[in-house]
């Protein structure tokens, strides 16, 4: 029961990475840009932590606590960009 | 794939597994369909808050299940997300407003004066802030 439930999240939120794919590519404004971005980012966390559910390694929580630190950052850092022209000043 | 696990850790994993993955579709699928930016800033807040936090949570189970401990690192990374959603959603409004909107079209704020977006920070589309006035001698 848990193999067809891990397996079907699994696919769903790879689908959801696609989708936030198709709108990185078609989006017509750059803020639908780093919004899909940064949905692509929560939605590959949520992959990493089902591959450690499935193999049983502790180690992708680390993995997924980095990843979800350098989505914020980079995702602050591309609107400060966009907005100041500079991102420290 | 774990095994020999307890019946009722099984039963509700599958639960929070299903959920998170249907709240997942649901806020991919609006940032497809929703029709503009603001709409679309609205639909991926349910694959962060529900869909991360229904396999979290699941995780949280599938380790007190197998080894009888209480895990953090998942409630960490939870609340990493539900502190900083917020503040990226903020960023891309305001990226969104003073890129592509008409200051002038907006509506007007029910207290008078301007939107407190506008205030001291950035350059709205077109203008940019004057440069310091040099003071070397």
Request: hydrophobic share 50%; no cysteine.
């Given at each position: 029961m848990i193999e067809i439930a891990l397996i079907l999240a699994a696919g769903s939120f790879g689908l959801g990475v696609l989708m936030c794919l198709w709108r990185v590519i078609k989006g017509p404004e750059v803020s639908d840009r780093i919004l899909a971005l940064?949905?692509?980012v929560i939605n590959?966390?949520?992959?990493?932590?089902?591959m450690g559910m499935?193999?049983?390694?502790?180690?992708?929580?680390e993995v997924a606590m980095l990843f979800a630190l350098v989505g914020f950052v980079s995702t602050v850092a591309y609107c400060r960009f966009l907005l100041r022209?500079?991102?420290i000043e | 794939m774990p095994e020999n696990l307890p019946l009722w850790a099984e039963i509700t994993m599958t639960i929070l597994l299903i959920g998170g993955a249907f709240f997942s579709l649901v806020g991919a699928w609006g940032l497809v369909r929703l029709p503009d930016a603001m709409t679309r800033l609205h639909a991926p807040t349910k694959a962060t808050t529900l869909g991360?936090?229904?396999v979290l949570i699941a995780s949280m189970v599938l380790v007190a299940a197998r080894d009888g401990l209480f895990s953090v690192h998942e409630l960490l990374i939870t609340i990493f997300l539900v502190l900083t959603s917020p503040v990226v959603a903020l960023f891309i409004a305001k990226v969104h407003l003073h890129l592509r909107q008409d200051r002038a079209a907006l509506?007007?704020?029910p207290s008078g004066g301007d939107w407190a977006g506008?205030?001291?920070?950035?350059p709205t589309r077109g203008?940019?802030?004057a440069p310091p006035a040099d003071t070397r001698q």
């Open positions: 940064d949905t692509m590959v966390i949520a992959l990493l932590i089902l499935a193999l049983g390694i502790k180690i992708f929580f022209g500079d991102i | 991360i936090g229904g509506p007007r704020p506008y205030g001291a920070h950035g203008e940019r802030a």
